[in-house]
């Protein structure tokens, strides 16, 4: 079991950046494939990144391919999701998650653990 908490969220203009970051507990996260989540107000949680154990293989939901990068250092517990050219669209909570299967997945059912989210405003 894994536990996780993220960090690096707040409040930025348009055009600007953040780097998010997912801490995860236990002596074990390099099993873990990753995911970043989001969720806006009234709408429903959509799927951001993904980032196999390795770190060898990412992929990106299309609304922030060549914006966003997932990236990770296993040796310290840690998932980043680093955030450049901030859209006010892109203003969510932003979850991280975790799941032991390698296969990139898209969809929050497949991650079993997650964090407490963080909250990210863009603002016009």
């Known amino acids: 079991q894994v536990q996780l908490v993220e960090s690096g969220g707040g409040l930025v203009q348009a055009g600007g950046s953040l780097r998010l970051s997912c801490a995860a507990s236990?002596?074990?996260?390099?099993?873990?494939?990753m995911g970043w989540f989001r969720q806006a107000p009234g709408k429903e949680r959509e799927f951001v990144a993904f980032?196999?154990?390795?770190?060898?293989?990412?992929y990106y939901a299309d609304s922030v391919k060549g914006r966003f990068t997932i990236s990770r250092e296993n040796a310290k517990n840690t998932v980043y999701l680093q955030m450049n050219s901030l859209k006010p669209e892109d203003t969510a909570v932003y979850y991280c998650?975790?799941?032991?299967?390698?296969?990139?997945?898209?969809?929050?059912?497949?991650?079993?653990?997650w964090g407490q989210g963080t909250q990210v405003t863009v603002s016009s």
């Open positions: 998650a975790a799941k032991l299967r390698a296969a990139i997945a898209t969809v929050d059912y497949d991650y079993p653990y």
């Open positions: 236990g002596r074990t996260f390099s099993r873990y494939s």
């Open positions: 980032i196999h154990w390795s770190g060898g293989t990412t």
